[in-house]
């Protein structure tokens, strides 16, 4: 992508990237699995716990959270091992989507999302191994103070060596909170460290601790940046699609008559049942806001025939998918942005333009496609050596 000016000027280029739908498709993919991930674990924790699966349905419907009801010792681990394999699929998910983004302002346009996929899954321990480290390096040192606390128990020694090492102990915990500080940032760059980069967990650490310290006011403002081109992106998006709904409503009840409404009206009640908590969240939006990208009222069920009951449920699926939609572009630009953060940050510090940079993959892929190889493997077919000779000292006896 030509005319970067590695500056904030790029974040606004965020919002046109993430709006193609291949982006949003792979947004979309991850976030469907991590949605179901999370579902699916979140409803065995609490039957787990002995609740009826009615009872949490009509609680939750499709928005269930374990963490809010009581569960034995049991439930919580299930639920909360559901919960991290779910950030586990957001967190590939938006390396493939930063591989993308990535791509793309290359000008690699036939780049595709199963490639993307791939090169994440490829990364896996990278990526997880980033967090891990972080999370290693943060267990560390509070074990470590739990242990030097307990050894201040110790009558006489104990306060003495403590008061004594004061300094030190503060000074690690600033060095502690100084690394819980970049697990944060790492939280949501080193997808595109890694995407961009292609380098391995160590260095997805070392990034996130060089952009961090090197670029901090930067690393503030651009990332402030990209959070309101998201919010304000998913408010659009979601605004267009709701007008749009309601013109087709408005459009096809003149050919249908009240057959659309009624369709429409058992769908939305179903949508109710399903999002109990939804509604809550979205029109407690400031002013009206939520008006424009949400219902605007429950709709109470009512009793439809049998092939109006059917549609209803495939109609409100469809209004299901195009809110999932909404949010994966929500994501997509978030992710873009996140990468365009990086591509400035490292080019300002490093004086490198990572768009210019030999990509490995790239690289692999134009060495199985050279004219050259190719030739050689049709030459090979055509002129065969030792199996061509044998085949040939065979026959000529016959002759």
Same mark, same amino acid.
Not at 128 to 151: E, K, P, Q, R
Not at 220 to 232: F, K, Q, R
Not at 383 to 398: F, L, M, R, V
């Given at each position: 992508m030509k005319g970067l000016h590695f500056n904030f000027k790029d974040l606004f280029r965020a919002a046109r990237i993430g709006f193609s739908l291949q982006r949003i498709w792979v947004n979309s993919i991850g976030l469907f699995a991590a949605y179901l991930v999370y579902f699916v674990f979140s409803y065995i924790s609490v039957l787990a716990g002995g609740y009826g699966f009615a009872e949490v349905w009509v609680r939750f419907g499709l928005l269930p959270c374990g963490y809010s009801l009581a569960l034995p010792w049991y439930g919580i681990l299930i639920n909360l091992f559901g919960s991290f394999l779910s950030l586990a699929v957001i967190f590939l998910t938006n390396t493939a989507v930063s591989r993308v983004v990535y791509m793309v302002m290359r000008n690699e346009l036939f780049y595709t999302w199963s490639q993307a996929y791939k090169f994440a899954l490829k990364k896996w321990i990278s990526i997880l191994g980033t967090y891990l480290t972080f999370i290693l390096m943060i267990v560390f040192f509070v074990i470590a103070a739990l242990v030097m606390g307990l050894i201040g128990r110790i009558p006489f020694v104990g306060e003495l060596g403590t008061t004594i090492l004061t300094l030190p102990y503060i000074l690690t915990a600033l060095l502690l909170f100084f690394i819980s500080l970049v697990f944060g940032v790492a939280l949501f760059i080193a997808p595109a460290v890694i995407a961009t980069s292609d380098e391995d967990a160590l260095g997805g650490v070392f990034q996130s601790f060089s952009v961090t310290f090197n670029q901090p006011w930067r690393l503030l403002v651009y990332g402030a940046i990209v959070s309101v081109l998201e919010l304000v992106g998913i408010f659009l998006f979601a605004a267009a699609l709701k007008v749009s709904y309601n013109i *087709?409503?408005?459009? *096809?009840?003149?050919?249908? $008559?009240?057959?659309?409404?009624?369709?429409?009206?058992?769908?939305?009640? /179903?949508?109710?049942? #399903?999002?109990? #908590?939804?509604?809550?969240?979205?029109?407690?939006?400031?002013?009206?806001?939520?008006?424009?990208?949400?219902?605007?009222?429950?709709?109470?069920?009512?009793?439809?025939? $049998?092939?109006?009951?059917?549609?209803?449920?495939? *109609?409100?699926? *469809?209004?299901?998918?195009? $809110?999932?939609?909404?949010? #994966?572009? $929500?994501? #997509?630009?978030?992710?873009?942005?996140?990468?365009?953060?990086?591509?400035?940050?490292?080019? /300002?510090?490093?004086?490198?333009?990572? /768009?210019?940079?030999?990509?490995?993959?790239?690289?692999?892929? +134009? +060495?199985?496609?050279?004219?050259?190889?190719?030739?050689?493997?049709?030459?090979?077919?055509?002129?065969?050596?030792?199996?061509?000779?044998?085949?040939?000292?065979?026959?000529?006896?016959?002759?």
């Amino acid at each position: 992508m030509k005319g970067l000016h590695f500056n904030f000027k790029d974040l606004f280029r965020a919002a046109r990237i993430g709006f193609s739908l291949q982006r949003i498709w792979v947004n979309s993919i991850g976030l469907f699995a991590a949605y179901l991930v999370y579902f699916v674990f979140s409803y065995i924790s609490v039957l787990a716990g002995g609740y009826g699966f009615a009872e949490v349905w009509v609680r939750f419907g499709l928005l269930p959270c374990g963490y809010s009801l009581a569960l034995p010792w049991y439930g919580i681990l299930i639920n909360l091992f559901g919960s991290f394999l779910s950030l586990a699929v957001i967190f590939l998910t938006n390396t493939a989507v930063s591989r993308v983004v990535y791509m793309v302002m290359r000008n690699e346009l036939f780049y595709t999302w199963s490639q993307a996929y791939k090169f994440a899954l490829k990364k896996w321990i990278s990526i997880l191994g980033t967090y891990l480290t972080f999370i290693l390096m943060i267990v560390f040192f509070v074990i470590a103070a739990l242990v030097m606390g307990l050894i201040g128990r110790i009558p006489f020694v104990g306060e003495l060596g403590t008061t004594i090492l004061t300094l030190p102990y503060i000074l690690t915990a600033l060095l502690l909170f100084f690394i819980s500080l970049v697990f944060g940032v790492a939280l949501f760059i080193a997808p595109a460290v890694i995407a961009t980069s292609d380098e391995d967990a160590l260095g997805g650490v070392f990034q996130s601790f060089s952009v961090t310290f090197n670029q901090p006011w930067r690393l503030l403002v651009y990332g402030a940046i990209v959070s309101v081109l998201e919010l304000v992106g998913i408010f659009l998006f979601a605004a267009a699609l709701k007008v749009s709904y309601n013109i *087709f409503i408005d459009l *096809f009840s003149i050919g249908m $008559g009240e057959k659309i409404l009624e369709i429409n009206n058992h769908a939305l009640s /179903l949508i109710d049942k #399903a999002l109990p #908590a939804l509604y809550g969240w979205i029109h407690s939006l400031p002013g009206d806001m939520g008006n424009w990208i949400y219902l605007v009222h429950h709709h109470a069920a009512t009793s439809v025939p $049998g092939t109006y009951a059917v549609s209803s449920y495939i *109609f409100a699926i *469809f209004l299901l998918l195009l $809110g999932g939609t909404v949010l #994966a572009y $929500g994501e #997509a630009v978030g992710n873009a942005g996140v990468t365009i953060i990086y591509i400035i940050l490292y080019k /300002l510090h490093e004086k490198e333009n990572l /768009l210019e940079r030999e990509d490995e993959e790239l690289k692999e892929e +134009e +060495e199985e496609t050279t004219p050259e190889n190719e030739q050689k493997e049709s030459e090979g077919k055509d002129n065969p050596a030792a199996g061509g000779s044998e085949s040939q000292d065979e026959e000529s006896p016959e002759k």
